[in-house]
């Protein structure tokens, strides 16, 4: 999938051409299980424990919820690498964030830095426990070590596109949103649109997210819905 996506629209007569760089986030079937992380993996390497984990995150303060949580379960751990990304919700630009832990320069998150940009993947923390063995690495085997160990994480991930969306609002007549939320039932399973808010007032005023490329069309459906 293309990582650069152009759509156009119109606006109060004009043609506006707009250029999306497209990012993706990681997912697994783990969190059926109600972990709070998206997957884990141990490697040992010279009787070193290298014990990976990926937590999906939003933002700064969650990332270092995770971060706070996994260094009071682990403080016995010579190490604790991380590195986060998450999406700037005003420029939808990555704000990246990482830590070596007092590891030799360059050996535990450049080479994940590397990869991760890469496959432009983010809103993501990337938390790495290392219970030193007794033997030193060198750097390059150490570098490995901790790229590996975030490999065999990322192998139990899938990856799905970040959506972007804007907020729409309606109002609409108590008799009308059953139908309503049967006819855009499966824009709402492709998740290219989200119900953000429902108030039960006098009629029924809902904030939707919708999926920025197809708004067009999907305006076009809930105005035929609703009007």
Not at 146 to 153: A, E
Request: hydrophobic share 40%.
């Amino acid at each position: 999938m293309s990582t650069i996506l152009l759509y156009i629209y119109k606006k109060y007569d004009i043609i506006i051409w707009v250029i999306i760089l497209m990012y993706f986030s990681l997912k697994s079937d783990i969190e059926k299980k109600q972990c709070d992380y998206v997957a884990s993996n141990t490697l040992v390497e010279k009787k070193s424990k290298f014990i990976a984990y990926i937590f999906n995150i939003s933002c700064k303060n969650e990332a270092e919820d995770y971060l706070e949580r996994i260094k009071m379960e682990n403080k016995d751990a010579r190490h604790i690498v991380y590195i986060y990304s998450y999406l700037d919700k005003i420029t939808n630009i990555p704000v990246i964030n990482f830590s070596d832990d007092g590891e030799p320069q360059g050996t535990g998150t450049k080479a994940i830095y590397e990869l991760i940009s890469k496959e432009r993947i983010t809103n993501i923390c990337i938390v790495i426990v290392r219970y030193f063995g007794g033997i030193l690495l060198g750097a390059g085997p150490l570098s490995r070590a901790y790229l590996n160990s975030f490999r065999g994480t990322l192998i139990k991930c899938d990856k799905y596109e970040i959506l972007n969306y804007d907020i729409e609002e309606y109002t609409i007549e108590y008799c009308k949103y059953e139908n309503f939320k049967n006819k855009v039932s499966e824009y709402i399973d492709k998740r290219l649109i989200i119900i953000d808010s429902v108030k039960f007032n006098e009629k029924i005023d809902i904030l939707i997210k919708i999926e920025r490329t197809n708004k067009e069309q999907i305006m076009k459906k809930i105005n035929e819905i609703l009007f």
